[in-house]
């Protein structure tokens, strides 16, 4: 990520549901889960996590879609573009589909997960990968790696 400045927006496809971010992402990560998979009709989901109160949709009511279980992941009603996800459990932060920035070519993943269930041609510049989530206890190495490298 080269830009400088923490405020972006972002929008769903239609644009009838439109959000913003204030501050700097903790990390960027691509998800190669056969749920992201499917719920991105492509090979793997871009995201990029910030802190939740850095998070606003400024513009139209997104709604729970894909799994309705304690993660919500929320999409545009209309356009049913997949916006964000609410992980479970972890309600401080908010997980951004990076492809639904208007910036979304500054963002690249620092970490892969699910690398089990990847596609085989599918490659990103991931520095790190992972055959599931990394660990609980490796979050703050990583988060402090991936700040210092901005």
């Known amino acids: 990520m080269t ?39 492509s090979a793997f989901s871009l995201s990029a996590l910030y802190p939740s109160n850095g998070f606003k949709v400024t513009l139209g009511e997104p709604v729970i879609g894909g799994l309705q279980g304690a993660t919500r992941h929320y999409f545009c009603a209309y356009c049913m573009s997949w916006l964000f996800t609410r992980p479970e459990g972890m309600d401080e932060f908010v997980n951004v589909r990076a492809t639904m920035m208007d910036d979304a070519q500054s963002f690249s993943p620092f970490i892969e997960t699910y690398t089990d269930e990847k596609l085989p041609w599918a490659t990103t510049p991931a520095v790190h990968r992972f055959n599931k989530f990394p660990s609980p206890e490796s979050y703050p190495a990583l988060l402090s790696e991936f700040a210092e490298q901005r």
Do not use: D, I, K, Y
């Open 3 to 41: 830009n400088s400045n923490p405020h972006r927006t972002g929008q769903c496809r239609c644009g009838r549901v439109q959000f913003e971010v204030t501050s700097e992402p903790l990390m960027t990560m691509a998800c190669h889960c056969t749920g992201c998979q499917r719920m991105t009709a």
